[in-house]
């Protein structure tokens, strides 16, 4: 069995002593600066904009490298101020075609999926070729990196559904963990339906007598799902077992996510993944602050008092910093650009995550950190209600009519 309990050690032992005193950061921005990056938002929102009809999309279907691809390069050294190392990677040729590649998968196999749905799979997709470029392996849309990037579209919004009973979440997980564990299960839903074609697409990348690694992390994401399933704010846990669930579920999610990209891995290569994963866990957390806390749900911050919220943030960064030196242990992630790339990419969600929750902070602790942010908070506040009933537009417009309905999957 993968010795998940001890990365959950491990990476514990490094939170408690990450220490909780405000970080260094490699910027900070004047109120000009700030003001010179939110007109260069303003631009680039509006050259999308003036992109969002049929005739402009089918031409930047047409020659993404030749309009979008360097305007989106241009938004990220102007606004966000990406080095050009760090943007050699993001728009290198081979991640370029891999997101459009998902979709049209994604699209086939679930045509009632919304495009928010599909994006939500996207964002896993985009770990899993990272972790395909650490390993130095082709970067592409492989059986199992397009199962388990569908499995969040389906398993994860059934189990965060509030308006489903515990109950029922209890009988999925444990139908699935069956299902997983090989055995055969007629699936009783549509979505069991769906997952259990997703699990045998694993099955036949990666037979299980030759790969049970593979499996073995599918079963501990799972378990970490269903040991999620228990925090509900009047269940009694310690602050100690929340920390141990969090880092389970998040650990064991990038660690399945590295087994279904290279079928063997190094104990040390699995270490490495399960803190990064933690990592993701905890700025997730971050974000969901809002959500978490009105759904009755705790985590390691939904749970603390407002004063306590920016001293976790900080260590927070502090742990994401040491955990992600861990990743020099693969090849392809020995330049410290990739490294950089990665920690600068969370960092600049976290401190974008404070700045939306801003009643959860102290005003002291938000305007100390709004200093490194490229962007007044207010505007983020602003850009992000306009645009949170068209976010996925552009992304629906730029796929919409690219092939015709019901193309075959093939890999």
């Not at 309990?5 to 600066?33: A, C, D, G, R, V």
Request: glycine content about 4%.
């Amino acid at each position: 069995m993968l010795p998940v309990q001890e990365y959950i050690k491990h990476f514990k032992q490094i939170w408690e002593s990450s220490p909780n005193h405000f970080p260094e950061f490699s910027k900070l921005y004047t109120e000009e600066e700030k003001r010179e990056r939110e007109t260069n938002y303003e631009h680039f929102q509006a050259k999308i904009k003036s992109l969002q009809n049929h005739s402009k999309v089918q031409k930047l279907k047409n020659d993404p490298g030749g309009s979008f691809f360097p305007m989106f390069k241009a938004f990220l050294e102007t606004v966000f101020d990406f080095e050009k190392d760090h943007l050699k990677v993001i728009l290198s040729e081979e991640f370029k075609d891999v997101s459009k590649d998902f979709f049209y998968k994604a699209r086939a196999f679930g045509p009632e999926l919304k495009p928010e749905n599909i994006y939500q799979g996207m964002r896993n997709v985009w770990i899993m070729n990272g972790i395909q470029l650490m390993l130095n392996v082709p970067v592409r849309i492989t059986p199992s990196v397009f199962a388990y990037s569908m499995i969040y579209p389906y398993s994860d919004n059934f189990l965060d559904d509030p308006e489903i009973l515990a109950g029922e979440k209890e009988i999925f997980s444990r139908r699935f963990n069956r299902r997983l564990h090989g055995e055969e299960v007629n699936p009783a839903s549509f979505t069991e339906e769906q997952l259990f074609k997703l699990v045998r697409m694993f099955e036949d990348e990666f037979p299980r007598k030759n790969f049970t690694e593979v499996y073995e992390s599918l079963y501990a994401i799972q378990k970490g799902q269903t040991d999620s399933l228990k925090m509900a704010a009047d269940n009694g846990l310690s602050d100690d077992r929340i920390v141990e669930i969090c880092f389970e579920k998040g650990g064991a999610s990038v660690l399945a996510d590295g087994y279904l990209v290279a079928g063997k891995l190094t104990r040390e290569q699995e270490q490495a993944l399960f803190g990064y994963g933690v990592y993701l866990q905890l700025l997730d957390d971050i974000q969901d602050v809002k959500e978490d806390s009105l759904a009755f749900t705790k985590t390691i911050f939904s749970c603390l008092p407002e004063e306590d919220l920016g001293s976790f943030v900080n260590r927070t960064i502090h742990f994401g910093r040491v955990a992600l030196e861990e990743m020099r242990c693969f090849e392809g992630a020995g330049n410290r650009d990739f490294i950089d790339l990665m920690n600068r990419s969370i960092e600049t969600m976290v401190i974008e995550s404070v700045g939306m929750n801003k009643k959860w902070y102290t005003a002291d602790y938000l305007n100390k950190i709004e200093q490194y942010s490229p962007l007044h908070f207010e505007f983020v506040r602003q850009k992000r209600a306009q645009s949170k009933s068209q976010r996925f537009s552009m992304f629906q417009k730029y796929f919409n009519s690219a092939r015709p309905e019901n193309v075959p999957i093939s890999f």
